[in-house]
């Protein structure tokens, strides 16, 4: 069925994604029921999707980090297998207390996901199709986010809350065990690779680095580097759009909009499909710049800072809107130019990072984007608390995305990092 086994890898790594998002989901969509049965305010709740991320922002560069020592197969293994542990024992929780410890969990398990996805790619893809494969790692996660909708709320509604956490769990275990049947660290040493992918795979390397007599450095220069901490930026920005969606958009459609649980489970579905189609296609767009052109980072960086901005745009204006349609559709508009960016991140570091470091760099700029997870959901529950509208809440989201495009326009330049 599979013509190269790297097809097979990246379909896997697709399918992980939609699961890391139904299971990430999962609260935002029950939140409804979940804060009533336990007796939550919007700023515990905000706390609560908040503490997710402390355990996620730090192992999203241990996670790397490991997946550069150990490998990609070994380290998304326990990944997976942590994270479903976890989705399912929020359905145990019994208060704020249990359920923040139970988050920090989860977001320990689902740490590791992204930079080890994009090292599985730089493992196993030629760097024409990096970008393309990238993109459909990660097309998965709005995938996941579109089908936790309709899943969750029909279990919550039918089963109660607690169920729904079950059933998400269980299915990351299944896909744990084909993963750890079909998949490997490395084609060179993987015996199902024909000897024709390996070639295709090891001609289109990135060029190696040329500064400092050919030697790369440590891992510390790297992460200190402008073009490094200028992507951390513009992701952090992305993020910060993403949780507030993630986290908040559910609720913003029950508590601003007056959508009942059903309705605001299958309207949440919109997003997230436009959102799958982004994803995949910014990699592939981004690509196909690339081989007209011949500059990878010029390619990249056009897509994100483009794309980046008309997603900080339409956040903004949503937050003006005065019904559930029109804010559901600026936001549909911003998840998708959101997630054209998506995979501009990962390859930026593919680009320009030896392959050594790759999981590294990769976890490196992934957990400080992620801090946006720690700040955002409880910032807009303050906001929301405090001010009783969501507006303002809209407006800082798309002026931290703004920030973001400035900073890529002004440090990521096309200069291997040595």
Same mark, same amino acid.
């Given at each position: 069925?599979?013509?190269?086994?790297?097809?097979?890898?990246?379909?896997?790594?697709?399918?992980?994604?939609?699961?890391?998002?139904?299971?990430?989901?999962?609260?935002?969509?029950?939140?409804?029921?979940?804060?009533? #049965?336990?007796?939550?305010?919007?700023?515990?709740?905000?706390?609560? &999707?908040?503490?997710?991320?402390?355990?996620?922002?730090?192992?999203?560069?241990?996670?790397?980090?490991?997946?550069? %020592?150990?490998?990609?197969?070994?380290?998304?293994?326990?990944?997976? /297998?942590?994270?479903?542990?976890?989705?399912?024992?929020?359905?145990?929780?019994?208060?704020?207390?249990?359920?923040?410890?139970? *988050?920090?969990?989860?977001?320990?398990?689902?740490?590791?996901?992204?930079?080890?996805?994009?090292?599985?790619?730089?493992?196993?893809f030629p760097r024409r199709e990096a970008g393309g494969a990238v993109g459909?790692?990660?097309?998965?996660?709005?995938?996941?986010?579109?089908?936790?909708?309709?899943?969750?709320?029909?279990?919550?509604?039918q089963f109660g809350w607690r169920f729904s956490f079950f059933v998400v769990?269980?299915?990351?275990?299944?896909?744990?065990?084909?993963?750890?049947?079909?998949?490997?660290? #490395?084609?060179?040493?993987?015996?199902?690779?024909?000897?024709?992918?390996? %070639?295709?795979?090891? =001609? #289109? *390397?990135?060029?190696?680095?040329?500064?400092?007599?050919?030697?790369?450095? /440590?891992?510390? %220069?790297?992460?200190?580097?402008?073009?490094?901490?200028?992507?951390?930026?513009? &992701?952090?920005?992305?993020?910060?759009?993403?949780?507030?969606?993630?986290?908040?958009?559910?609720?913003?459609?029950?508590?601003?909009?007056?959508?009942?649980?059903?309705?605001?489970?299958?309207?949440?579905?919109?997003?997230?499909?436009?959102?799958?189609?982004?994803?995949?296609?910014?990699?592939?767009?981004?690509?196909?710049?690339?081989? *007209?052109?011949? #500059?990878?980072?010029?390619?990249?960086?056009?897509?994100?800072?483009?794309?980046?901005?008309?997603?900080?745009?339409?956040?903004?204006?949503?937050?003006?809107?005065?019904?559930?349609?029109?804010?559901?559709?600026?936001?549909?508009?911003?998840?998708?130019?959101?997630?054209?960016?998506?995979?501009?991140?990962?390859?930026?570091?593919?680009?320009?990072?030896?392959?050594?470091?790759?999981?590294?760099?990769? /976890? &490196?700029?992934?957990?400080?984007?992620?801090?946006?997870?720690?700040?955002?959901?409880?910032?807009?529950?303050?906001?929301?608390?405090?001010?009783?509208?969501?507006?303002?809440? &809209?407006?800082?989201?798309?002026?931290? =995305?703004?920030?973001?495009?400035?900073?890529?326009?002004?440090?990521? %330049?096309?200069?291997?990092?040595?």
């Amino acid at each position: 069925m599979w013509k190269k086994r790297r097809h097979l890898v990246v379909f896997l790594l697709f399918l992980a994604g939609i699961i890391n998002y139904m299971d990430r989901s999962a609260l935002s969509i029950a939140a409804p029921a979940v804060s009533s #049965d336990l007796g939550l305010s919007p700023s515990e709740m905000g706390l609560i &999707f908040s503490s997710f991320f402390f355990g996620y922002a730090i192992f999203n560069f241990i996670g790397g980090y490991l997946a550069d %020592r150990a490998g990609p197969h070994r380290i998304f293994s326990a990944s997976m /297998g942590v994270w479903s542990v976890f989705c399912a024992a929020t359905g145990l929780a019994t208060g704020f207390v249990s359920m923040m410890l139970v *988050r920090i969990g989860f977001g320990i398990g689902e740490g590791p996901f992204s930079a080890t996805a994009n090292k599985a790619v730089s493992n196993w893809f030629p760097r024409r199709e990096a970008g393309g494969a990238v993109g459909i790692a990660n097309g998965g996660t709005p995938l996941g986010g579109a089908i936790a909708g309709p899943l969750v709320g029909f279990c919550v509604v039918q089963f109660g809350w607690r169920f729904s956490f079950f059933v998400v769990a269980a299915i990351g275990l299944v896909w744990l065990a084909f993963w750890m049947a079909l998949a490997s660290n #490395d084609p060179a040493t993987d015996p199902r690779v024909t000897a024709e992918e390996r %070639r295709e795979i090891a =001609a #289109d *390397r990135p060029a190696p680095l040329a500064q400092d007599g050919g030697q790369a450095g /440590g891992l510390g %220069r790297y992460l200190r580097n402008p073009v490094v901490l200028a992507t951390a930026f513009a &992701f952090f920005g992305y993020n910060y759009i993403l949780f507030f969606f993630l986290t908040w958009f559910p609720s913003y459609l029950t508590m601003a909009r007056g959508l009942s649980l059903h309705d605001m489970s299958f309207v949440t579905v919109i997003p997230w499909l436009l959102g799958c189609v982004g994803l995949i296609g910014g990699g592939f767009l981004s690509d196909a710049i690339y081989r *007209r052109t011949g #500059d990878a980072l010029f390619s990249r960086k056009i897509v994100l800072s483009t794309c980046l901005g008309v997603a900080a745009i339409a956040i903004i204006l949503a937050g003006f809107m005065t019904t559930a349609t029109s804010a559901v559709a600026l936001v549909a508009v911003t998840v998708c130019a959101l997630y054209l960016t998506g995979s501009i991140y990962w390859a930026i570091v593919q680009d320009t990072v030896p392959a050594s470091h790759v999981g590294g760099v990769g /976890g &490196f700029i992934h957990g400080l984007a992620n801090t946006a997870g720690i700040i955002g959901p409880a910032v807009t529950g303050y906001m929301v608390q405090s001010t009783g509208s969501f507006t303002s809440a &809209f407006i800082l989201a798309g002026a931290i =995305a703004v920030l973001g495009v400035i900073a890529v326009l002004i440090y990521v %330049r096309p200069a291997r990092l040595a």
